[in-house]
């Protein structure tokens, strides 16, 4: 059997994250062979992976994070099963890791980048690996990207919750733009003007509308007048731009945003929880 130095377990622990006992079993199973070391933790993970496969990852953390520039952002959920694990230091290293890898490479889609190599390794791979580094089940769930003029991130402490927000142009007054990103946390717009609404969002409104009036016994040739006040009631508190900012209630946000520039206004926004 090959006698192992510490040190050639402190290199396959930063080779691939794994505890000190996990990188000395495998490299006596591999007797002493730092590759074949490696495959035996990946395999290992695996292993966990497909044990673990029917759990559920409920918890996890959402992030986002924009470019210097301010021309590009994303936004990740990387899922765990526990809280303990959630706040872990090495886990949001890691989500991070992936978020700058998005980032930099754009992809169209969250399977292209799960695709995308880091260290040489799909980030698939990664996640897998990590799955037995950590003994949790993890699942990248979430992903999307924006570029445009102007792009805000916020991430809600706890890091359960994240939003990213364009503009439509460049702004000195960054407080604008996080102020929005904000009302998007704590508001839950669906749509960011009411012609963004679809149409069978709409229609579902109306029947709603129609069938609270029936209840409250209004006659049945005013419920459809009924139903479209409420409608529009409807847009005012889910949709961005005539939503009341939250800061100052005598404005809406497209007010707001106008009150810096007449031109300003919001073109794109993603808003991700764990509780969604």
């Known amino acids: 059997m090959a006698q192992i130095s510490a040190a050639e377990i402190s290199k396959l622990r930063k080779a691939t994250g794994a505890g000190m006992m996990d990188c000395k079993k495998a490299l006596l199973e591999a007797d002493g062979d730092f ?142 733009a996080k102020d929005v990103a904000m009302q998007v946390a704590a508001m839950s717009p669906i749509a960011i003007d009411k012609d963004d609404v679809s149409q069978k969002e709409i229609e579902k409104e109306i029947e709603i509308g129609k069938e609270q009036a029936r209840q409250e016994g209004k006659p049945e040739d005013l419920l459809e007048k009924i139903a479209i006040g409420k409608l529009n009631k409807f847009f005012k508190e889910s949709t961005l731009l005539n939503q009341d900012f939250t800061k100052d209630n005598k404005l809406t946000i497209r007010q707001y945003l106008q009150n810096t520039d007449k031109e300003l206004t919001v073109t794109k926004f993603y808003r991700y929880s764990l509780n969604n």
Not at 105 to 134: F, H, N, Y
Not at 166 to 171: A, F, P, Q, T, V
Request: proline fraction near 1%; include cysteine; charge should be negative.
């Open 35 to 176: 590759e074949k070391s490696i495959e035996i933790i990946r395999k290992k993970g695996q292993a966990i992976a497909n044990k673990r496969a029917d759990r559920e990852a409920s918890q996890g953390v959402v992030i986002a994070k924009v470019t210097d520039d301010a021309k590009n952002g994303a936004i990740v959920c990387l899922n765990c099963e526990t809280d303990f694990v959630a706040k872990n230091e090495n886990f949001i290293k890691f989500t991070y890791s992936i978020l700058d890898i998005a980032l930099e490479k754009k992809p169209a889609s969250l399977d292209e980048l799960k695709a995308l190599t880091m260290d040489g390794r799909s980030i698939a791979d990664l996640v897998v690996e990590q799955t037995g580094i950590i003994g949790e089940k993890l699942e990248l769930s979430y992903y999307e990207h924006i570029s445009d003029e102007y792009v805000i991130s916020y991430i809600h402490p706890g890091n359960k919750l994240s939003t990213l927000v364009s503009l439509n142009k460049n702004i000195e007054d960054i407080q604008v």
